[in-house]
Each structure stands twice: as C-alpha cells, then as structure tokens.
C-alpha cells in the first residue's frame, strides 16, 4: 500500500509540475508576443512568400556514393545521361565521376 501511495504522489507533482509550466508558458507568451518559437498558421498568413518557403518541408535527396542525406537545394547537382543526382559535396561527386569512367572503359 506504501508503493501505491508514492506513486499516486510521483504522479500527482508531476501533474502540478506540467501544470504550472503550461501555465508559466502561457503568462509569458501573453507579456513577450513573440516569445514563442512555433507560430500558429494563422500568423503565417501575412508573412512573405520567402519567409514561407524557408519554414515549409524540405525535400531530402540521398547522395549515391555515401548514403548520406542532403536538402535538395544545398546539394551538389550532376546530371548524368538525363539523370539528375545529388551529392553532398565535390569529393563524392567526383568519386563519383571517377567510378562511372571506371566502368565505362570495363564495360
């Protein structure tokens, strides 16, 4: 009965605990306007079209030579027999290069 009763006290500080940070969050937000980092859609309505694409989903590439995951507008582009890749930087990119003269002259 002891371990029952701790618990339901753990619970219950930890519900006063979020409680009055939801609470904190929300006295602060109404002094500080833009104390607040996410904005609500409705504040974004007014914003310019820039600020917009910056905030919106990113579409993410995968670079062939190492795997790794790039944003497509901060990646290295090569297009390559009609076909446009990605890469994150020049040293993939001309490994790259590189591999595909390797099999064309194997091949």
């Not at 619970?11 to 979020?18: A, C, H, I, T």
């Not at 969050?25 to 820039?50: E, F, K, L, Y």
């Not at 190492?66 to 994150?88: A, K, N, Q, Y």
Request: glycine share 6%; proline share 5%; net charge positive.
């Amino acid at each position: 009965m002891i371990i029952f009763a701790r618990i339901l006290r753990f619970l219950f500080w930890v519900f006063v605990l979020s409680w009055s940070m939801w609470l904190l969050r929300r006295i602060v937000g109404r002094v500080v306007p833009n104390a607040g980092a996410a904005s609500s859609p409705d504040q974004n309505a007014g914003a310019s079209p820039a600020t917009q694409t910056t905030r919106s989903a990113r579409r993410l590439v995968r670079d062939p030579v190492c795997g790794m995951h790039v944003d497509e507008t901060l990646s290295i582009p090569f297009r390559e027999e009609g076909e446009l890749l990605h890469f994150c930087s020049l040293a993939c990119r001309d490994a790259y290069a590189v591999n595909t003269r390797k099999f064309a002259a194997n091949g």
